[in-house]
């Protein structure tokens, strides 16, 4: 039976909400109202689903939102003046686009066009580079997520060998820097697996923290993995699940083999998800102060 310690994310989470709850009140009495701007052109369920869950949380803490969606089958430009719009707006602290975008939609254009203040992704140039510099203007979410689950439930960082799999723009990279950092919550020895790896599994043996983040299913399995391994799976892939249709969501990471050799191992769903979504509306608050202090 598998004996591994379940990293749930949602007494996390909960810490992290606590604390923005707290803050947007302390704003409220300047009469600042915390305010996210998320824009998506998708028509799929799931981008719709974790966009929906980021406006559930913002009024949940009483934070304002609002929600611009464009058809996918729209020039870039849509979406260009949407983000323009949006990032010169001063009633708007946070911008968010939800990717990936439709495939005549050029990232690196959204990454210029993002106003690095309100950027509280971590998406544009700007912030990406600071976050490599070590001077971070704001965490990005999934990321700072993964760290946020590692330090409260003590799973050492510093001096570890982590192997991270899944070289992406949004996870895997910023993720890198993050472990790298010269910080008591840094300091790790990074490897970052792809999908030009040779041998997966032996480079994820040698870990002391696996993390994935490859979104493909059942991808690492007990066997890649070294006896007391923290294995942090950060992918939500939706599957079918017997007939009529049905499906449900997995990591990238066969759980219960992983659970009977790790000591420690976070469910999917239940384990990064709402401590991403905790740490994207603080981010939005942290924009809205320095809005505040800056006015």
């Excluded at 799929?44 to 980021?54: I, M, N, S, Y």
């Excluded at 993964?146 to 993720?175: F, H, M």
């Excluded at 790896?197 to 480079?203: I, K, P, Y």
Aim: charged fraction near 25%; aromatic fraction near 2%; hydrophobic fraction near 40%.
């Amino acid at each position: 039976m598998p004996s591994a310690e379940r990293l749930r994310g949602e007494p996390v989470a909960a810490e992290i909400r606590a604390d923005v709850r707290d803050r947007v009140h302390e704003l409220g009495e300047r009469g600042v109202t915390p305010t996210l701007a998320t824009v998506v052109m998708s028509d799929d369920p799931a981008d719709e689903r974790f966009v929906e869950l980021k406006h559930a949380a913002c009024r949940d803490l009483d934070i304002a939102s609002r929600d611009v969606r464009i058809d996918p089958d729209a020039p870039a430009e849509r979406l260009h003046q949407a983000i323009d719009r949006l990032c010169a707006d001063p009633a708007v602290d946070g911008v968010f686009v939800q990717v990936p975008l439709p495939d005549h939609v050029a990232l690196a254009e959204v990454r210029q066009r993002l106003d690095p203040a309100t950027d509280i992704d971590c998406l544009s140039f700007t912030n990406l580079g600071r976050l490599v510099r070590g001077d971070p203007r704001y965490l990005p979410a999934t990321p700072a997520a993964v760290r946020r689950l590692l330090t409260t439930y003590e799973v050492p960082i510093e001096g570890e060998d982590v192997a991270i799999v899944g070289r992406s723009e949004i996870v895997g990279k910023p993720l890198t820097n993050l472990l790298l950092r010269d910080a008591p919550d840094g300091n790790a020895t990074v490897t970052v697996c792809h999908s030009r790896t040779s041998n997966l599994g032996a480079v994820t043996r040698q870990a002391d923290i696996v993390v994935t983040a490859a979104g493909v299913p059942g991808l690492v399995d007990g066997s890649m993995l070294s006896r007391g391994v923290t294995v942090v799976d950060v992918s939500a892939n939706r599957i079918e699940s017997g007939s009529e249709g049905k499906t449900q969501v997995v990591g990238d990471v066969d759980f219960e083999s992983a659970a009977a050799v790790a000591e420690a191992i976070t469910p999917v769903p239940g384990g990064v998800g709402p401590v991403t979504l905790a740490m994207l509306v603080s981010n939005v608050v942290l924009a809205a102060e320095r809005r505040a202090d800056a006015g």
